[in-house]
């Protein structure tokens, strides 16, 4: 009986362990530039704040730009990853953004309201890896390109 005890006590230590192990991790985005006034929302329960160059973004944030307005947006933290450019009177929120460092997977997902996006993301190379954009009516994933989404009417 002693045995079986210290037998599940070190099943049940591996297993919390690996579970440690494995668990996804946030990454973010910053603002590298701004032209004109552009909002961010950080959170459900706040309102809309002015953005400011060097900001870091987190999953769940919003950012809002306004006539004749422009940010870029470096998501990861590393050109390597992805430059986003959100164009005037554009709202976009960064719906995930997530990392599974024991899988070496990374899920990028940008959901993009109204508005205009440039993006340049470098070639992927984990197969499980996910950049996907999503709009009101459709979702695109990409592998690595230079690619623009654009919504014209907010429904």
Request: charged share 25%.
């Amino acid at each position: 009986m002693k045995i079986f005890k210290i037998f599940a006590i070190i099943v049940m230590v591996m297993c919390l362990a690996w579970a440690a192990y494995s668990q996804e991790i946030e990454r973010a985005a910053t603002i590298m530039d701004i032209t004109g006034g552009a909002s961010v929302k950080l959170s459900e329960s706040e309102g809309w704040v002015t953005a400011e160059e060097g900001m870091i973004l987190n999953q769940g944030n919003s950012v809002k730009t306004g006539p004749g307005s422009w940010v870029l947006l470096n998501v990861d933290g590393s050109a390597e990853t992805a430059m986003v450019e959100i164009n005037e009177d554009s709202e976009l929120c960064l719906s995930e953004l997530m990392k599974d460092d024991a899988k070496g997977t990374k899920k990028t997902l940008l959901d993009l309201a109204i508005g205009e996006i440039m993006i340049t993301v470098e070639k992927i190379q984990d197969p499980k890896s996910k950049f996907e954009v999503r709009t009101p009516t459709s979702t695109v994933g990409v592998r690595g390109t230079k690619f623009a989404v654009q919504v014209n009417t907010l429904d």
